[in-house]
């Protein structure tokens, strides 16, 4: 009897948790973002549904080609819910993503999100960092027509490895999947990370901190 009681809490436990880790799951046919209400919600709260229309489960553009005269060289075009308000409550998003000739989307995690990935052009170079202490590298060059998924919450990338133009759609296991840009966020943050604790973590001198502080 123990070991049942002991099973069956177990299960429970991780049925719990698989839960928790994921976008809720509607209770309703859907659940129209409502952009301009003020309620405070883990999500968003939703529009009358005798006031939804056509227009908030669809969005144009992905065929676009996005800017990437940028210093990485590549362009994320989103679809969350806050570009398609009837992604509320559904748990998915997507992505375009262009690259020009050697562009990255630099190292990154998805907070809420695992991802999918899908070569529509080009060929890139992808891959992903596992959790401490093994820190292990998982890559793999990807073609036209090839898919790889990228764990939630994991350090992962992208770089164009073809020699033209490079375009990628993505899938993602949120409607709102968060963007953490490694080297922003620990060297453009606001207030700045102390930099004694910078230099102790990256082990390199003052001077190098203060020079990525100045172009994040």
Not at 52 to 77: M, Q, R, W, Y
Not at 122 to 131: A, H, P, Q, R
Not at 157 to 172: E, K, M, P, T
């Amino acid at each position: 009897m123990a070991f049942y009681i002991f099973f069956f809490g177990l299960v429970l436990s991780f049925s719990l948790s698989v839960v928790i880790a994921s976008d809720h799951s509607p209770l309703q046919d859907f659940c129209v973002a409502d952009t301009r209400s003020r309620v405070l919600v883990n999500g968003l709260a939703c529009k009358d549904p005798k006031t939804v229309e056509a227009a908030d489960f669809s969005f144009g553009g992905l065929h676009l080609e996005g800017n990437t005269s940028n210093p990485i060289g590549s362009s994320v075009t989103p679809v969350t819910v806050f570009q398609l308000p009837g992604l509320n409550t559904l748990g998915i998003s997507l992505v375009r993503i262009d690259y020009a000739p050697s562009g990255v989307n630099p190292p990154h995690t998805h907070p809420r999100a695992s991802e999918i990935i899908t070569v529509l052009e080009g060929s890139l170079e992808v891959g992903f960092v596992t959790t401490s202490p093994e820190n292990r590298h998982i890559t793999k060059v990807l073609h036209k027509g090839d898919v790889f998924v990228f764990p939630i919450g994991l350090v992962h990338y992208q770089r164009n490895v073809g020699s033209g133009h490079a375009v990628a759609i993505v899938a993602l296991s949120s409607q709102n999947p968060g963007v953490v840009i490694i080297a922003s966020a620990v060297f453009g943050s606001k207030p700045s990370i102390a930099n004694d604790i910078l230099v102790k973590a990256f082990h390199v001198d003052k001077g190098v901190i203060n020079y990525l502080h100045s172009i994040f």
